[in-house]
């Protein structure tokens, strides 16, 4: 219903795949279903941003504009999907890679995504140090350098977040979600995703707030700051739901109760793994050759498996939101590195 308000360039194949986990399943005691945003685009192994940009660059596209400006970590999973989206429509790219956290590899800076965006011809600036997603003078410094050069730059914020068209591709998701539950019958009582930046988790909110039948959103925080993750995904729900009323849409109602957060699987720190994550991302690779990374896919699925174990779904269904990030994998082989084999 979005695509009747808000202009949208296709990017990815959509609606996304959804199946159910079956051996995980049969683990847990709980029917546990994925949606596979993961392979939801030709774009460079896709993700999470890819739903997110078909709106932006629609409207980047709009204005006239010929760079995007965006910024992440040096491992960035954002940035990757910015620089395949600027390709795949003929735009140029700048990606501010700043350092996030301390993993020591020396090819952290040259596997993964950063090696996929030096493919695909992108301008990765690197410096810049610590995580914020407000704005940052590395960024401003980017979109200026653009402009001196006459080009035309289109700001993306970290993670496609904080920005006024960031929360509609997730409370499109949410449209498909139901879609999909539809032809299949079923309904999905709980929706786990990976949090950060916020704008997935938003958007969800939004999109899920507006049917008719209610389910609990369950955000696992990645960023390891609950409050910061908790400030985000509120503002940004609240602007979405603003905007796609301003456009006749309909006005959601974001209650605290809503918004849920859970910080038990986010530490030791942002981008770092715990023995737990690496288990889990263990148990669903071996389980079902679904990939997940040390940064946020592994630490979501570790907190499904966790609160199933717990009880928390006795009797309902799960949908994984899996976001992509495998790329990322290829930087954290110590993580797994076994003396054994
Ligand atoms: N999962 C993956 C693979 C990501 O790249 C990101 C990006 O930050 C997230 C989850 C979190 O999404 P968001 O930043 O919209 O909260």
Same mark, same amino acid.
């Given at each position: ?167 509609? +591709? ?96 986010? +530490? ?7 023995? @737990? ?38 009797? @309902? ?25």
């Amino acid at each position: 219903a979005l695509d009747k308000l808000f202009p949208r360039k296709t990017l990815g194949f959509f609606p996304s795949p959804i199946h159910k986990l079956e051996r995980l399943s049969a683990m847990l005691g709980v029917e546990v279903w994925a949606k596979r945003d993961d392979v939801s685009s030709g774009l460079a192994f896709g993700g999470n941003k890819i739903r997110k940009l078909e709106w932006l660059v629609a409207d980047a596209l709009a204005k006239g504009c010929d760079t995007l400006v965006s910024i992440g970590n040096i491992q960035s999973n954002h940035t990757r999907q910015v620089c395949a989206a600027a390709a795949a429509v003929g735009m140029k790219s700048y990606t501010v890679q700043e350092t996030w956290l301390e993993w020591d590899d020396p090819v952290y800076d040259k596997v993964g995504n950063i090696l996929l965006t030096r493919i695909m011809g992108g301008n990765p600036i690197m410096g810049g140090y610590g995580y914020s997603t407000t704005e940052k003078d590395t960024w401003a410094r980017a979109l200026e350098e653009v402009r001196a050069k006459g080009g035309k730059p289109y700001a993306i914020p970290a993670g496609a977040s904080d920005h006024p068209l960031g929360g509609l +591709g997730y409370a499109n998701f949410a449209d498909e979600v139901a879609m999909q539950e539809q032809q299949l019958g079923i309904f999905f009582d709980n929706i786990v995703v990976a949090t950060c930046t916020g704008s997935t988790q938003a958007g969800m909110v939004v999109g899920f707030a507006a049917q008719e039948k209610r389910r609990r959103v369950i955000g696992i925080d990645t960023a390891d700051d609950e409050a910061m993750t908790r400030r985000a995904v509120t503002k940004i729900a609240n602007d979405t739901s603003e905007l796609i009323a301003s456009k006749g849409g309909q006005r959601v109602v974001v209650r605290d109760a809503d918004i849920e957060i859970i910080p038990d699987y986010s +530490g030791p720190a942002y981008g770092l793994p715990s023995e @737990q994550t690496i288990a889990a991302i263990r148990t669903a690779a071996e389980m079902e050759a679904m990939l997940t990374d040390p940064v946020y896919e592994g630490k979501s699925i570790d907190g499904l498996i966790d609160m199933a174990k717990k009880g928390h779904f006795k009797g @309902q269904r799960v949908l994984y939101a899996h976001l992509g990030g495998a790329p990322a994998l290829n930087a954290y082989y110590k993580a797994f590195e076994d003396p054994e084999n």
